[in-house]
């Protein structure tokens, strides 16, 4: 699943790969907005409180939306960097060592969470960008820009567009890649709810050990997809 070539994905493995990596992106996001009311999951609400405080004349308060959407984007850049690095030099760890490194991201953040909020709330934003940035570069990677895991706007376009198309496309082969396509759109905006539904009746509990579950989510795709290897 996070070892396939770039591109070449079965529907199969589209769907596997949305479902794992929505959850965790509907997790993140109600536990950011839980836990620091900030948006985590992506940065089209931080430009709009940037701008907003722009508008003030309150720049330095502005500044912090800054820093929120420049995490979320070196997120991005170290994931891509990485898989760069690792196609070149060890390919078949690829997509699972980012996998790996937003577990880490994950667990620390959900451990540390009641520290932080003590100290400095903005270093759990921080930390959540800077994973969701990892994980939509990984995942926009792996399937060759097919599948987006971590906001709705764009995902929701696409879907109308679509379904619109349907009436449209009457080849078998059109209409087989056309419903592959909306299914993927479903099976993200299901998966994210459901991640989203599950980390608000556990984070009263839980609080940012609600995290862990996410990372436990990642962990079961990774061991899972160790095994579908071996068994292949």
């Known amino acids: 699943m996070f070892r396939h070539p770039i591109g070449k994905e079965s529907l199969f493995t589209n769907l596997a790969v949305a479902s794992i990596l929505s959850t965790v992106a509907g997790m993140v996001n109600v536990v950011g907005f839980l836990a620091i009311q900030k948006l985590t999951t992506n940065v089209t609400g931080h430009f709009a409180f940037f701008i907003e405080a722009f508008d003030r004349f309150e720049f330095w308060e502005g500044i912090i939306y800054l820093y929120y959407i420049l995490f979320f984007l070196l997120g991005a850049f170290c994931s891509n960097l990485l898989i760069e690095w690792l196609i070149r030099t060890a390919r078949k760890y690829a997509f699972s060592v980012p996998v790996l490194v937003e ?4 667990s620390v953040t959900g451990l540390w969470m009641p520290e932080l909020m003590q100290k400095n709330s903005d270093a759990i934003a921080f930390l959540l960008l800077f994973s969701m940035g990892l994980q939509n570069a990984m995942v926009t990677k792996i399937s060759a820009a097919n599948i987006r895991t971590t906001h709705l706007t764009g995902l929701f376009t696409d879907l109308g567009i679509e379904l619109s198309q349907w009436f ?13 396509s909306i299914k993927l759109r479903f099976t993200i905006i299901l998966f994210f709810f459901a991640g989203g539904v599950i980390a608000g009746l556990v984070y009263s509990r839980l609080q940012g050990l609600t995290l862990l579950l996410a990372a436990i989510i990642l962990l079961i795709g990774l061991v899972w997809n160790r095994i579908k290897k071996m068994l292949s």
């Open 103 to 106: 577990i880490l991201l994950l």
């Open 168 to 180: 449209f496309y009457h080849s078998i082969e059109q209409k087989k890649k056309l419903s592959n």
